[in-house]
């Protein structure tokens, strides 16, 4: 089989981890297995404005429809801080998420052992976390309408966001929270702040609903979410699959990775539904960290996050779980060693940079593809 990927490395460190991410292919392809790869590129974000005026263009979308998988590096910078709202770099991002209607967003956020101490937490409490959080990633305040700012007869201005959800929009996502929480402990928190938001009761409601009819068997609980950020650094090991909408979510995942030591070493996969005839949804990967243009260039940038969602891509939209499971154990090997990146350096250990970080992740995946 050979699968198609669509590699969008974006802005600023976006585009360096995105080569780490091409060794690693570079190696499965050279193994010569039943599996292959073939990848295009394209551009996205501040560097498709600065080629065509637009955060992705049509040529680029659809290359990204007929793709099995779309890996994205990350998007942004000061330098586009003045374009026009509708065409700034993410722009592009939401594009995609919008038209392949990738509304189910998985971001694990897993403690290494080796980095336990690397938590700005205490060992005790992030030592084998193993938390997902899935984010509704398609409605709620970033889609919404009306969003605006105008002015006011009297001077001032009035900045407007909508939050808006439906009950199958709500429904599609809390399944998907009980289908993976089948695989992993059986248990399912839903953060949302019915007490105070409209959309809030709908989802307690149709959580509550769904729940009954399509997972009686797994184990639910309801939490506000704003002590559902409490508890993450209180007690983090009480959850295992935290389900919510798009802005908590967004929200939420940030404070989870803090935990595992830093943004760079987290991926995140976003799921459409899948496809009636074929059964294969549209997804894209991307690391949950930003383009961090301030070491953009320098070979600082830890390339982590993008190499686990290069795995996540071989978990759920190549059938290739092994392989998956030989990248993840390689990265743990790595740092195992000692090799840290600058957001994740501890005292006595060994600094190195984007290139080596992933060249000594690549060495692990061919020893043990050998």
């Known amino acids: 089989t050979t699968h198609k990927l669509l590699l969008l490395p974006g802005d600023g460190i976006g585009v360096e981890i995105s080569r780490e991410v091409e060794r690693v292919i570079a190696i499965l392809n050279g193994k010569g297995g039943p599996n292959s790869f073939e990848v295009e590129r394209d551009l996205v974000g501040g560097a498709a404005i600065d080629a ?14 007929t793709a099995d998988a779309i890996l994205f590096g990350a998007v942004g910078g ?17 594009r995609l998420r919008k038209d392949f209607d990738l509304f189910a967003n998985l971001r694990p956020a897993i403690c ?41 007869e009297n001077g001032q201005k009035r900045g407007v966001d909508t939050t808006i959800y439906t009950t199958s929009e709500i429904e599609r996502i809390v399944k998907v929270a009980c289908d993976l929480a089948r695989k992993r402990s059986g248990k399912v928190h839903m953060a949302a702040k019915w007490n ?19 997972a009686p068997d797994i184990e639910l609980e309801l939490i506000v979410a704003d ?19 798009n802005l908590f979510g967004d929200i939420l995942s940030d404070e989870a990775a803090m935990m595992t030591g830093s943004l760079g070493m987290l991926p995140s996969a976003s799921l459409g539904a899948a496809d009636p005839q074929t059964g294969r949804s ?47 154990t390689a ?18 250990l060994t600094k190195v940079g984007t290139e080596e970080m992933g060249k000594a992740i690549a060495a692990e995946i061919e020893t043990a593809l050998a």
């Open 52 to 65: 065509h005026g637009v955060a992705i263009t049509e040529e680029a979308m659809a290359k990204a429809k």
């Open 78 to 94: 000061s330098k586009w801080d003045d374009v026009p709202y509708e065409i700034r770099p993410e722009a592009g991002l939401l």
């Open 112 to 152: 290494y052992p080796a980095l336990a101490d690397a938590s700005s937490l205490k060992r005790s409490l992030v030592e084998g976390l193993d938390i997902l959080i899935l984010r509704e990633l398609t409605g709620g305040t970033y889609f919404g309408e009306p969003k605006e700012i105008v002015a006011l």
């Open 196 to 214: 105070v938001m409209k959309t809030g009761v709908l989802w307690r409601d149709v959580t509550v609903a769904t729940h009954k009819d399509h």
């Open 227 to 245: 002590n559902c950020a409490m508890q993450l650094i209180r007690n983090p090991k009480q959850f295992d699959l935290i389900v919510t909408d």
């Open 282 to 328: 549209k997804a894209l990967y991307e690391p949950v960290h930003g383009s961090a243009p301030d070491i953009s260039g320098q070979g600082l940038a830890n390339p982590i996050a993008m190499i686990a969602s290069f795995a996540m891509a071989l978990r759920y939209s190549c059938n290739m779980a092994a392989e998956a499971d030989v990248i993840e």
């Open 331 to 348: 990265i743990a090997k790595v740092l195992d060693n000692g090799l840290r990146t600058a957001d994740i350096m501890q005292n006595g």
